[in-house]
């Protein structure tokens, strides 16, 4: 089994990394991809990859870091930074994550088109890499509050003509049942639950009917702990040991038998991320 989306190189686990890391073998947790948000993140990422036999690491860069900093210049040397982070160690297997973020923290809660513009041209600059590097690409997409909207434009951004089909997947996947038809018809697509579909659906959720509307070879379970634990720990730190809850809700859901999900989880990396094979 893979938790497909951690930050384990957090200084959340600082104090007991080796711990955490051991608790989730334990669990049968073999590997665990662990994800860069900007450069010194993903630099820390590959280091904790190099350490840990069984974690690999994806390099990228949040969209949000481009709302202030999205000229061309910044977006050209910040993503030939990340090609020498790539190219230091082996154990780089992803780009990402990176995508689209209009869910402001700001005061105002908005998303100017100006800061959209720029988190497209991250982003596809970052997908140009990922296709030069032949890497599959980890995508966060968040939309503004009650809105689809950041998933509507990665949906047309995937889509357009010219595009090569390295393997996209969708990183904590919260989309509505409109949205998933849409992105089930672009095939290098999958899609990565985590923790948050174990909370109680909120009132116009489809997280049950989306689940079912996926094929299981396109789905991959993930923490992305430190946050978002699964049910019964919400609230608290999480670590990768609970994916397991991430994947006790998808099989319960898709009415199969635990093991039948884990072997299909674990055939789903190996063709997603060949390169945890090669090595
Ligand atoms: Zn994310
Ligand atoms: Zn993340």
Same mark, same amino acid.
């Given at each position: 089994?893979? =938790?497909?989306?951690? %930050?384990?190189? /957090?200084?959340a $686990?600082?104090? =007991?990394? /080796? !711990?955490?890391?051991?608790?989730?073998?334990?669990?049968?947790?073999?590997?665990?991809?662990?994800?860069?948000? =900007?450069? +010194?993140?993903?630099?820390?990422?590959? &280091?904790?990859?190099?350490?840990?036999?069984?974690?690999?690491?994806?390099?990228?860069? %949040?969209? %949000?870091?481009?709302?202030?900093?999205?000229?061309?210049?910044?977006?050209?040397?910040?993503?030939?930074?990340?090609?020498?982070i790539?190219?230091?160690?082996?154990k780089?297997? &992803?780009?990402?994550?990176?995508?689209?973020d209009? $869910?402001?923290? /700001? &005061?105002? #809660?908005?998303?100017t088109?100006? *800061?959209?513009?720029?988190?497209?041209? #991250?982003? +596809?600059?970052?997908? &140009?890499?990922?296709q030069?590097?032949? @890497?599959?690409?980890?995508?966060h997409?968040?939309?503004?509050?009650g809105?689809m909207d !950041?998933?509507?434009?990665?949906?047309?951004? @995937?889509?357009?003509? #010219?595009?090569?089909?390295?393997?996209?997947?969708?990183?904590?996947?919260?989309?509505d049942?409109?949205?998933?038809?849409?992105? @089930?018809?672009?095939p *290098?697509?999958?899609?990565?639950?985590?923790?948050?579909?174990?909370y109680? !659906?909120? !009132?116009?959720?489809?997280?049950?009917?989306? +689940?079912?509307?996926?094929?299981?070879?396109?789905?991959?379970?993930?923490? /992305?702990?430190?946050?978002?634990?699964?049910?019964? %720990?919400?609230g608290?730190?999480?670590?990768?040991?609970?994916?397991?809850?991430?994947?006790?809700?998808i099989?319960?859901?898709?009415?199969?038998?635990?093991?039948? +999900?884990?072997?299909?989880?674990? =055939?789903?990396?190996?063709?997603?991320?060949?390169? @945890?094979?090669?090595?």
């Open positions: 089994m893979i =938790d497909a989306h951690t %930050h384990v190189h /957090d200084v $686990f600082d104090e =007991d990394r /080796d !711990a955490v890391i051991e608790r989730a073998q334990s669990a049968g947790i073999e590997n665990l991809i662990t994800i860069g948000t =900007d450069l +010194l993140e993903s630099r820390r990422s590959v &280091a904790c990859a190099e350490r840990y036999p069984g974690v690999w690491a994806s390099v990228g860069i %949040h969209p %949000h870091v481009f709302n202030e900093r999205g000229d061309e210049e910044t977006v050209v040397a910040s993503v030939g930074e990340l090609r020498n790539c190219r230091s160690s082996e780089v297997i &992803a780009i990402g994550e990176c995508g689209l209009y $869910f402001s923290h /700001d &005061a105002d #809660g908005i998303i088109e100006k *800061q959209k513009r720029a988190q497209r041209v #991250g982003f +596809l600059a970052q997908v &140009a890499l990922a030069e590097l032949r @890497l599959p690409i980890i995508i997409t968040r939309p503004s509050f809105s !950041a998933y509507e434009d990665m949906y047309t951004l @995937l889509n357009s003509p #010219g595009r090569d089909h390295s393997p996209v997947i969708l990183h904590c996947y919260m989309g049942a409109e949205v998933t038809e849409k992105f @089930l018809g672009l *290098q697509v999958s899609f990565s639950f985590a923790g948050n579909i174990t109680k !659906a909120r !009132a116009g959720s489809d997280t049950e009917r989306v +689940l079912g509307m996926i094929p299981i070879d396109r789905i991959l379970a993930e923490t /992305d702990c430190p946050y978002l634990a699964p049910i019964p %720990h919400r608290k730190r999480n670590e990768p040991a609970y994916v397991t809850l991430v994947a006790q809700h099989a319960e859901t898709k009415k199969m038998p635990y093991t039948s +999900l884990e072997e299909q989880l674990r =055939d789903n990396t190996w063709r997603i991320f060949p390169k @945890l094979l090669d090595i």
